[in-house]
């Protein structure tokens, strides 16, 4: 059964719990900045169908790493919302250097 969290704060140590292999992290960010890169495009050159690849790309990367890496379940399943935030989040924190840190304060 899948964990409940009350708060997006309570279920961010579990997502990083959820992404403990380095490689899937590298693969989940590359998926999540090619993903946002292609709605940017179609939000600004165009075509509109490039809106439509980026989840796929995105959520592809990330599954395939759950997959073939981490070997485990994709939170984006049971936690929706929370996922994709935590994989915005997390991006984020690898491109401005301090996901290590991050992971360093939740004791991963």
Excluded: K
């Excluded at 292999?21 to 075509?47: D, E, F, K, S």
């Excluded at 379940?73 to 935590?86: D, E, I, M, N």
Aim: net charge positive; hydrophobic share 55%; with cysteine.
């Amino acid at each position: 059964m899948a964990e409940r969290f009350g708060s997006f704060a309570a279920f961010w140590p579990y997502y990083l719990r959820e992404h403990a292999a380095p490689a899937t992290r590298a693969v989940h960010v590359a998926g999540t900045w090619a993903g946002v890169l292609l709605l940017l495009a179609a939000i600004l050159v165009g075509p509109w169908w490039l809106a439509l690849l980026a989840p796929v790309v995105g959520y592809g990367c990330a599954w395939l790493s759950h997959l073939l890496i981490e070997r485990n379940r994709p939170a984006t399943f049971t936690h929706p919302a929370w996922s994709l935030l935590g994989d915005l989040r997390m991006a984020w924190l690898a491109a401005t250097g301090r996901l290590g840190a991050e992971l360093r304060r939740q004791g991963l």
